[in-house]
């Protein structure tokens, strides 16, 4: 049973990368002066999703000698619920700047949230996710 709920942790990241993609692509599309920071972004979140594509599919593998490292990444506030959170809190941000909130005041533009200082931070985070995932990928 844990294994399930840990796919579905897993699964979650995978889903909540697809939206900030998503909303990345909308960005990219409307708001000319973040384009950079949001090619960055959309480039990294990409790459965590690869990582946690094959994290899933060793969640899924049921003859897979790794399951202690799958039980160990999806603990109570493991590194999963972690990425997680941390993917949801950037959606959040995303979303107020997004079209729903500026159609709200009568406006059609978007604002990108993000200066590039903040972009890098975000960065890093996702990296250090990757990089954990990666290495539980590879231990």
Not at 84 to 108: I, P, S, T, W, Y
Request: hydrophobic share 40%; proline share 2%; net charge positive.
């Amino acid at each position: 049973m844990e294994v399930v709920g840990g796919a579905a942790s897993v699964i979650a990241v995978i889903d909540i990368s697809a939206k900030i993609l998503k909303l990345c692509h909308t960005y990219i599309a409307e708001v000319k002066e973040a384009r950079k920071d949001i090619q960055r972004l959309r480039i990294e979140v990409t790459s965590l999703q690869d990582v946690m594509y094959d994290v899933k599919d060793l969640a899924e593998d049921p003859n897979s000698s790794k399951r202690s490292v799958f039980s160990r990444l999806n603990q109570d506030n493991g590194p999963a619920q972690q990425c997680k959170r941390d993917l949801k809190l950037l959606v959040e941000q995303l979303e107020l700047g997004g079209e729903n909130e500026m159609r709200r005041f009568g406006l059609r533009a978007l604002k990108w949230p993000f200066s590039s200082k903040d972009i890098d931070k975000r960065l890093q985070v996702i990296n250090g996710h990757k990089a954990t995932f990666t290495l539980a990928l590879t231990s």
